[in-house]
């Protein structure tokens, strides 16, 4: 279910912390003309380009492998030879593909920010586009931390990931909530005792909220405010 289903009604949690990922929450799903550039590289099916590439990540996103080496390890197993140029082509497509940012998400944290709840972005990302992000995305400075994979060196699900992010924020779980897409991330953080939504949309994840009682919503501009 997409909210934590261990609270009961008139019992919300007393939230300091909000983490949230990045993939798909605080950017857009990739745009299919992006995939398709990427999947023509390697020569292979754009609709089925997505579920696969994201399935070879993980060793990538934890800092095992550079940039060239995880693409020519890509190119093997799709059965292609690809020279440098290629790689640096996949490499800046790569790049691009999570650069659709989700305005309201955004608005959404920066808000959290303001409110004096302290925030953390954690998210599966390789060194790669940790720099990237950092020199061109100014609102990362709404977040007190970021919890990027490929510099602590643990994935997620890895348990070690998620008390990382909750040593940087300095909180207990329970005052943690997190929000994910993927089921399978969610599990572990709440086995560590984290709250959890999954996120689908921006008005599901408004509508789950108002659930658990929280007061400052995506999505809306006028809002009561917690004392910061």
């Known amino acids: 279910m997409p909210v934590d289903g261990h609270i009961p009604a008139g019992n919300a949690p007393d939230f300091r912390a909000v ?12 745009s299919t003309a992006t995939i398709a550039r990427l999947a023509a590289l390697f020569q292979l099916d754009p609709r089925t380009f997505l579920p696969n590439y994201l399935q070879t990540r993980a060793s990538y996103d934890r800092g095992d492998l550079l940039s060239g080496e995880y693409w020519q390890q890509f190119a093997t197993q799709a059965g292609v030879i690809v020279g440098d140029d290629e790689v ?9 593909l999570w650069g659709d940012i989700n305005d309201a998400m955004i608005r959404w944290v920066q808000d ?7 925030t ?12 990237h992000m950092r020199k061109n995305f100014a609102w990362l400075s709404y977040f007190d931390h970021h919890i990027f994979s490929g510099e602590v060196r643990s994935v997620k699900p890895e348990p070690a990931i998620y008390q990382h992010c909750l040593d940087a924020l300095g909180v207990r779980p329970g005052a943690a909530l997190f ?5 399978i991330n ?3 953080a709440r086995a560590a005792g984290i ?9 599901q994840l408004r509508e789950d909220l108002q659930s658990l009682g929280f007061a400052i919503l995506p999505g809306q501009s006028e809002v009561q405010r917690t004392p910061s």
């Open 19 to 30: 983490i949230l990922d990045y993939g798909e929450v605080l950017c857009h799903t990739p």
């Open 88 to 96: 640096e082509q996949a490499r800046q497509l790569d790049l691009e």
């Open 112 to 118: 959290l920010h303001s409110a004096g709840f302290k």
């Open 120 to 131: 953390a972005i954690l998210s599966n990302m390789p060194a790669d586009m940790a720099t």
């Open 179 to 183: 929000i994910d897409d993927r089921e």
């Open 186 to 188: 969610l599990e572990q």
């Open 195 to 203: 709250h959890t939504i999954r996120f689908q949309s921006v008005e």
